[in-house]
C-alpha cells in the first residue's frame, strides 16, 4: 500500500471556532483520502483538546486557551514544527492567512528550507487593519509573501493583493465553497415565521455577518426606515457592534422590524435563508464572501457593494445586485428594485443557483487544492 503524503498547516485557529477559512480546510482536507495532514492552530479557548485525530487530520492546540495564545502561536508552532517534521517527514506546509499562520510557516521555511510552503489568502479584512498587522509584523510582513514557493488566493482581488506585498511566486484563484446538498433546504418555512412572528406578507431581508463595521450593517438599519412598514431585517450573527446596532434600531424606531437573533449554529442556517427574499451585505471589505454563496446556493437573490472579491461571483443585475457603498439610500432603492420585480428576482434566483453549482462546490475546490499540491510537491 502507498504511504499517503504528509502535509502540515499552520492555521492560527480551527473548527470548532467556525470561520470562512476554517470551514475551507475542514471541506478540502476531508475530501483528500491519499493525504495526511497535521495541523497547528493556537487553542483560544479551554474546553478545547490540545490534540485530537480527526479523519485524516491530527490537531495540536498550542496555548491555555485564551486570546492570547494566538500571540505567541507563530514561535510555538515552529517550535512544536520542528520536532514533527523530525519524525514525519512532512512534504509541503501550508499557511492560512498572511497572518500568524502566515508568521509561524515563515520561521519553519527559514529552518526547513527545502520543504515547500504554500500560502493560502482568505483575509477579508479592511486594508486599515491589514496595514495594523503589516506594521507589527515589520520585514516579516513581506517575506511571508516573498517566500512562499506557491500561493492561492479566494480572490482576484486577493492575487493582487499578494503581488502587491511582496509575492513572487505563481498565483492560483481556488475560491471558498458550499457545501450545495445542505443548503438546499426548503421546508419548515411556515414553523420558522411562526417562531419569529413573522406575518405571511411580510418581506424579509437576511444577513449572516459579523457585527463589524467592515460589514456595513448601520446602512441597511439606515435603509428600512425608508422601506415600507412590512420589510423585516433579520441578522445573524454577533459582535462587537452589536449594542450600536441595536441603539440605532432604537433610535429610528425599527425595534420592531429588526431581529437580532445572535449566533445561529451553522446547521440552522439554511432554515433562516429559506424564508428570506433577499440576503445583503454593504461590506466596506471582502476576501470573497462565503455568506453571500451559500444564500445564492439556497436560492436567494443577492445585494452587495462592489469591493475585494465580491466582484468575482456578482454580476450586477445577473447574479446579484450591487448597492453602494456608505448609502442607505443606495440600499433601500436596490431592496425595492428587487423586491418589486419579480422577472429580475426569478433571474437572479437561476444564475445565482447555477454559478455556485459550477464554480463554487468543495468536490471540485479540493480536486484543484491537491493538484496544486502535487505540483509544489
Known sequence: MEEKRRILIFSTAYLPLIGGAEIAVHEITRRLDDFEFDLICARIKPELPCNE??????IWRLGCGSLRDKF????RAARLAG???????FEAVW????????????????????????????EGDSNLHIFSRAVWLGPFWRQIFSKADRLTAISHYLKRFAKKHGARSEIEIVPNGVDLRKFRI???????RSKLGIGKDEKIIITVSRLVKKNGLGDVIGALALLPENYKFLVLGSGPLEKNLKFKAKKLELENRVLFLGDVANKEIPTYLAIADVFIRPSLSEGLGNSFLEAMAAGVPIIGT????????????ETGIFCEVKNPKSVAEKIKLLLENGDLKKKLIENGKRIVEERYNWDSIALKMKEIFNKTI
Open 306 to 317: 462592489p469591493v475585494g472579491g465580491i466582484p468575482d461571483f456578482l454580476k450586477d443585475r
Open 186 to 192: 426548503s421546508n419548515g418555512e411556515n414553523q420558522t
Open 83 to 89: 520536532k514533527l517534521h523530525s519524525q514525519k517527514r
Open 53 to 58: 485525530k480527526q479523519g485524516n487530520m491530527t
Open 95 to 122: 499557511a492560512i492567512m498572511a497572518s500568524f499562520g502566515g508568521l509561524a510557516a515563515l520561521f519553519f521555511k527559514k529552518k526547513f528550507r527545502k520543504t515547500p510552503y504554500i500560502l493560502t489568502l482568505q
Open 72 to 75: 505567541f502561536f507563530p514561535w
